[in-house]
């Protein structure tokens, strides 16, 4: 199922983009999810992977019977900048579980700091229930996005 988000940031292009390719980041929005000590990280010029185990008591009981576990999660993120933006390719994988996210993003220069558009599709390999968890993963990102501003605005104005 597709989507598309808007996330604006305090900071310009260039702090977001580094902001993203640091590890204590990337942990830091992360770590939540993850089992306490799984989580690992390596960054190669402007490509950051993170690895981990997901957090089984967060998996909806209804999609717990169809996944092995431990789920191991895999997001990695690649950035492009130019001159007066940024484009940015992520993908999230999950070992033992039929679930994908690929999303696109433009990073560019905005009143009062920069905003990010992504597009994306969340895909859900599961007979008949697949497209009903697809809905419910689109109807939260609002609060993802959310919750993105808030860490990224906190991150930007501790480092500066």
């Given at each position: 199922?597709?989507?598309?988000?808007?996330i604006?940031y305090?900071?310009t292009?260039?702090e977001?983009?580094?902001?993203?390719l640091?590890?204590?980041y990337?942990?830091?929005?992360?770590?939540p999810?993850l089992?306490?000590?799984?989580?690992?990280i390596?960054?190669?010029?402007?490509?950051?992977?993170l690895?981990g185990?997901?957090?089984?008591?967060?998996?909806?009981a209804?999609?717990?019977?169809?996944?092995s576990t431990?789920?191991?999660?895999?997001?990695?993120?690649?950035?492009?900048?130019?001159?007066?933006s940024?484009?940015?390719?992520?993908?999230?994988?999950?070992?033992?579980?039929?679930?994908?996210?690929e999303?696109?993003s433009?990073?560019?220069?905005?009143?009062?700091?920069?905003?990010r558009?992504?597009t994306?599709?969340?895909?859900?390999r599961?007979?008949?229930?697949?497209?009903?968890?697809?809905k419910?993963?689109?109807?939260?990102?609002?609060?993802?996005a959310?919750r993105e501003?808030?860490?990224?605005a906190?991150w930007?104005?501790?480092h500066?």
């Amino acid at each position: 199922m597709e989507f598309a988000q808007s996330i604006s940031y305090p900071g310009t292009v260039d702090e977001v983009v580094a902001m993203y390719l640091t590890p204590d980041y990337l942990q830091r929005r992360f770590t939540p999810f993850l089992v306490e000590g799984t989580a690992h990280i390596s960054v190669e010029d402007q490509r950051i992977t993170l690895g981990g185990q997901c957090r089984p008591e967060l998996l909806p009981a209804a999609a717990a019977r169809f996944v092995s576990t431990p789920l191991c999660v895999t997001f990695t993120e690649e950035w492009v900048t130019d001159e007066a933006s940024a484009r940015s390719r992520s993908s999230v994988t999950v070992d033992g579980a039929p679930v994908s996210v690929e999303a696109t993003s433009t990073l560019a220069a905005s009143e009062g700091g920069c905003t990010r558009e992504v597009t994306g599709a969340i895909s859900v390999r599961v007979p008949l229930l697949g497209g009903h968890i697809e809905k419910e993963a689109v109807a939260h990102l609002g609060g993802v996005a959310k919750r993105e501003r808030e860490l990224a605005a906190a991150w930007l104005e501790e480092h500066r």
